[in-house]
């Protein structure tokens, strides 16, 4: 390839890539959107309630240019797609709600839950996820995925936005989580730092199946453990053990661990 083949190759490339606001952008709306709802993140002073609803309405407007100006969103009616995700907020600050007050009775070292809020990565990543998977819901293209992406980015979690996660959602430390596309992740749950719910087997056939696990009701699952396939289903009220291995289902009312053989030598005796 000469040089003059090589700068006609990305020239043509450039000009096909599809229009999209940039990452930075999009993750700042976001922000926006949850430091308004949770001022405790945010230094910002209302008055009136008028000034509020004026905010949030200019926030939905945003959403609409950036949608508008995203090539993927072109056939998109923008006004009433960003219309309904703002309709979703309160259920939205419902559910982070939820979240908080599981974070915050679960964890011994929380002090209040403006830490929580302020402070924990685990909050951080749900809140995006929670706010993602209401455009996800929406078929709006791009946009959730960019959002749990800067999430994943600056915590260590990847939550997919297609995951579906119920109520009192409780991610613990956090670094190095992966919940893939098709989890379904029921109430009160809790995930300890390095636990992966991912697919069994990787093939792009198998893009519109179920791959992930489900995780029923009041589950806690300790750090390193790895959850793997569509079929997999871990029953309610169980206790996964850390560093545990599972493709197979187990039963409500579970406790799932391994033995590891451990030798401690003492250098300072024979």
Not at 18 to 23: D, G, I, K, L, Y
Not at 86 to 105: K, S
Not at 113 to 141: C, K, M, N
């Amino acid at each position: 390839m000469t040089n003059e083949d090589f700068y006609r190759q990305l020239f043509d490339k450039h000009d096909k890539t599809e229009a999209v606001a940039s990452n930075r952008e999009i993750a700042a709306w976001a922000l926006q959107v949850i430091r308004l709802l949770f001022p405790e993140q945010s230094k910002q002073e209302f008055h009136t309630i008028a000034e509020l609803k004026d905010e949030f309405k200019k926030l939905r407007n945003e959403l609409c240019l950036v949608m508008s100006a995203t090539k993927a969103c072109e056939n998109c009616d923008s006004d009433q797609l960003s219309k309904s995700v703002f309709e979703q907020l309160p259920e939205v600050y419902r559910l982070l709600n939820t979240d908080i007050q599981e974070i915050f009775e679960g964890d011994p070292a929380a002090r209040t839950e403006f830490e929580v809020i302020r402070t924990y990565p685990g909050f951080f990543a749900i809140s995006f996820y929670r706010l993602a998977h209401v455009l996800y819901q929406h078929d709006v293209p791009l946009l959730p995925r960019i959002l749990t992406e800067y999430a994943h980015s600056k915590t260590g979690i990847d939550i997919h936005p297609a995951a579906q996660i119920d109520e009192y959602f409780h991610i613990d430390h956090g670094t190095g989580i992966v919940i893939g596309e098709s989890c379904v992740i029921g109430k009160h749950v809790k995930l300890y730092q390095g636990v992966t719910l991912g697919a069994l087997s990787v093939s792009k056939n198998m893009a519109f199946t179920k791959r992930h696990p489900t995780v029923e009701d009041y589950v806690v699952i300790y750090s390193g453990a790895t959850i793997l396939g569509g079929e997999t289903t871990i029953g309610h009220h169980s206790t996964i053990g850390g560093n545990v291995w599972l493709t197979k289902s187990v039963e409500p009312n579970s406790t799932v661990y391994h033995k590891p053989a451990l030798v401690v030598l003492n250098k300072n005796k024979d």
